[in-house]
């Protein structure tokens, strides 16, 4: 993803600010947005592992069907 930046700079040269377009700012966003969820679904994923784990290794009481069903 190409973005066009624009920087504001003081009369020393220290860069203050950025600046972008408002579609590349939404393109952003829009990116920022897929890796939020794909971020969530790798620590859901790693947490289910961790049950199962937890659940082989007779740590965790093993829960029915039945019981699962009832927390949804």
Do not use: C, P
């Not at 952003?28 to 937890?54: C, H, I, N, P």
């Amino acid at each position: 993803m190409k973005i066009a930046l624009q920087y504001l700079n003081d009369s020393n040269g220290k860069t203050h600010a950025v600046q972008l377009t408002l579609h590349d700012w939404e393109k952003v966003l829009g990116k920022l947005k897929k890796y939020k969820q794909a971020l969530r679904l790798q620590s859901d994923l790693a947490d289910a592992f961790d049950q199962v784990t937890a659940l082989r290794e007779n740590k965790k009481r093993k829960q029915s069907l039945s019981e699962f069903l009832n927390e949804l």
